[in-house]
């Protein structure tokens, strides 16, 4: 699993952990992943790590809790998506013709991963890839397929796609394959060993599956894909509760009279106040909602608070951050961590 990017259009809430440990629906983003793929038979996995490596290992283990074999890789500089592939080559089990399992760290999927392997030895492929439909494809890798199901060309981003199916961040290599991945330099999957395969008239196999499907990347997708996941709209074994309009983690606190719904999510030892209404949201361990405030499709990071009365739709607070009373923050608008906002000082603000 390729778990080592930096996470930039997260921040805040990456500046202290790692985009895969965020927690989504009660758990890190990485536990619905590490589920998921237990589910679909494999039994050992090694972690790509590169950005806050030393959190993977002292949260999962040895894996040993989810059933699972871990190893953890680090790369002490960037490598890319290919080169982080390449660079746990050592680690990997099995035959030179034996599928290996590639997962990007960022993407919540709910497609039939066995049956993409199945298809992988089917059709004997050197590398098979999830392809999903999206509506506006421009900002993804687009991947034209013939009617067998063949790909016939790798785009990434195109300003003028010429299908919406697109790259959805699963593949499933012949092992030997990856050996032949350029070692010990930075190697893009997408604009170099994908291409280059196709070049060579290597079989390159498309498994196109239109289940949920949602790229983690923003802080909206971000809210969307706990919520979803709460809800049950996005399978995982993995989300620690009854799936519903909300999830309240062990020690949390929340009023009679406050509303929260829209698969929203309060985190462990957190607080929500007398008549606070909490619409579709993330809210992380030791926050606190005070009385009448508002918050819609927001994350409000560890430990954060927002004040009696404060509106907040459509934005992130950082760990610790102090959103006095009375305030109204909307659309995109970012409190970094530790960051006070004085009562009723701000009707709208932006990267703060």
Request: glycine share 14%.
């Given at each position: 699993m390729l778990v080592g990017g930096r996470g930039?259009?997260?921040?805040?809430?990456?500046?202290?952990?790692?985009?895969?440990?965020?927690?989504?629906?009660?758990?890190?983003?990485?536990?619905?992943?590490?589920?998921?793929?237990?589910?679909?038979?494999?039994?050992?996995?090694?972690?790509a790590t590169s950005y806050r490596a030393e959190t993977f290992e002292a949260h999962f283990g040895d894996g040993s809790a989810f059933g699972l074999d871990l190893e953890y890789v680090t790369e002490t500089e960037p490598m890319g998506t290919g080169g982080g592939i390449r660079n746990v080559a050592a680690r990997l089990r099995g035959a030179a013709d034996s599928p290996v399992l590639v997962f990007n760290g960022d993407v919540l999927s709910g497609h039939d991963i066995a049956a993409q392997v199945a298809l992988h030895r089917d059709r004997e492929a050197a590398v098979t890839l999830h392809l999903t439909h999206v509506a506006d494809p421009r900002a993804f890798g687009c991947v034209p397929i013939d009617n067998q199901g063949r790909v016939r060309a790798f785009l990434e981003k195109a300003a003028n796609p010429i299908t919406n199916l697109i790259n959805a961040g699963c593949y499933v290599f012949r092992r030997d394959v990856i050996d032949e991945i350029p070692y010990g330099r930075p190697v893009s999957v997408e604009r170099e060993t994908f291409p280059q395969l196709l070049e060579s008239g290597a079989y390159v196999a498309g498994f196109v599956d239109s289940s949920y499907w949602l790229d983690l990347g923003t802080p909206a997708a971000f809210v969307q894909g706990s919520c979803d996941l709460v809800r049950g709209i996005a399978p995982s074994p993995a989300v620690p509760g009854h799936l519903g309009d909300a999830?309240?983690?062990?020690?949390?606190?929340v009023s009679p009279s406050a509303v929260v719904v829209g698969g929203s999510c309060i985190g462990a030892n957190a607080s929500v106040g007398d008549g606070a209404e909490i619409h579709g949201c993330v809210v992380f361990d030791d926050a606190v909602i005070e009385g009448g405030a508002v918050v819609r499709g927001s994350v409000i990071g560890r430990g954060a608070r927002i004040g009696a009365g404060a509106v907040l739709d459509g934005v992130v607070i950082g760990d610790g951050a102090d959103?006095?009373?009375?305030?109204?923050?909307?659309?995109?608008?970012?409190?970094w961590p530790g960051a006070v906002i004085a009562p009723g000082s701000v009707r709208f603000s932006s990267d703060e």
């Open positions: 930039t259009r997260l921040r805040p809430l990456t500046l202290s952990a790692a985009k895969p440990m965020l927690p989504t629906a009660g758990v890190p983003f990485l536990t619905h992943q590490l589920a998921r793929a237990g589910a679909a038979g494999v039994d050992h996995v090694v972690l999830l309240v983690l062990a020690g949390a606190k959103i006095g009373g009375g305030n109204e923050l909307v659309t995109g608008a970012r409190v």
